[in-house]
T-cell receptor, first 116, second 115 residues
């Protein structure tokens, strides 16, 4: 596709369930980022991939959060044993550069997770 | 860690008029980048304008311009001739020149444009 695609757009999970959120970046983009956006807040950095290598995961809030990008294209953010505080919009962004060289990240529309 | 503050949760402007959105940031670094991102209701964020801290000249992009005051750590966005399509959340963001993987975003300003 032409842009960053995320699925599902909406996910409702019961507390304790595991969820998986998918990001399909723009073809050929080297860098991929995950951000968490709580209601009424700005996005907060979770993790960064350069191709298949996860170079920075300092923003992952707990060991329940895990991200992968095994072939350097599609990425999955997995949240185990979801808690209510995990409710947020999860944004994926990609960049053709290593890192975010010129600052232009291409964002997806996000996956809204609601944990009941 | 760097912090970015947007003190205006919501603002309104009449179509065709000018509006200024405020942003302040805190950093001990001397070299960095500042950005304004727009997030329409569909939630896909797009870059509006960027400013490199070592450049004294304020960035402009068509109807969008910034007022960058490095000593005051202030970075405001001016939108001239506001259009209905400008209605969105606007986020100010900071990025270190050297740690280019991590953006720090403010909490956003919701801009309403009245016809």
């Amino acid at each position: 596709g032409a842009g960053v695609s995320q699925s599902p757009r909406y996910k409702v999970a019961k507390r304790g369930q595991d969820v998986a959120l998918r990001c399909d970046p723009i073809s050929g983009h080297v860098s991929l980022f995950w951000y968490q956006q709580a209601l009424g807040q700005g996005p907060e950095f979770l993790t960064y991939f350069q191709n298949e290598a996860q170079l920075d995961k300092s923003g992952l809030p707990s060991d329940r959060f895990f991200a992968e990008r095994p072939e350097g294209s599609v990425s999955t953010l997995k949240i185990q044993r979801t808690q209510q505080e995990d409710s947020a919009v999860y944004l994926c962004a990609s960049s053709p550069y290593r890192g975010s060289n010129n600052g232009e990240l291409f964002f997806g529309e996000g996956s809204r997770l609601t944990v009941l | 860690a760097q912090t970015v503050t947007q003190s205006q949760p919501e603002m309104s402007v009449q179509e065709a008029e000018t509006v200024t959105l405020s942003c302040t940031y805190d950093t001990s670094e001397s070299d960095y980048y500042l950005f304004w991102y727009k997030q329409p209701p569909s939630r896909q964020m797009i870059l509006v304008i960027r400013q490199e801290a070592y450049k004294q000249q304020n960035a402009t992009e068509n109807r969008f311009s910034v007022n960058f005051q490095k000593a005051a750590k202030s970075f405001s966005l001016k939108i001239s001739d506001s259009q209905l399509g400008d209605a969105a959340m606007y986020f100010c963001a900071y990025r270190s020149r050297y740690n280019f993987n991590k953006f720090y975003f403010g909490s956003g300003t919701k801009l309403n444009v009245k016809p």
